[in-house]
């Protein structure tokens, strides 16, 4: 489920450089290397930053919606992130660095596991 959703955002983040890249080749054509594009191609390092602030967002939306589920009352479960991503493996840097996606439906099913009741595990 989470897979898919930042499959998604990542392919529509490819495919809308691929677009700005091809009229960028356009304007060029049109107008020969000028000094101060009109249109500007992201480069690595910024679709890098993005990339990374969405994987930290959707993780602590993840979180947060485990905690929600696991709630008792008005009372969320405290979440140590740190041991949660070590537990699922979950690394945004490491993805990164590996040009991998990081696997937010294992770090859900990690937090559902350590969260939900202990008459689930029997």
Known sequence: MFNHFIQTFIDAQMAAWRHYSAIAATEKRLFGETPDP?????????????LRRTYQTLAARVIWKARAQFAVGAVQPAVDRAAIFQ???????????LGEVPDFDRL???????????????
């Open 38 to 50: 009109a249109v500007r191609v992201a480069s690595t390092e910024q679709v890098i930053s993005e």
């Open 87 to 97: 537990l699922a493996g979950f690394d945004v840097e490491r993805s990164l660095a």
């Open 108 to 122: 859900y099913a990690v937090l559902q596991a350590q969260l939900g009741p202990l008459e689930d595990l029997l």
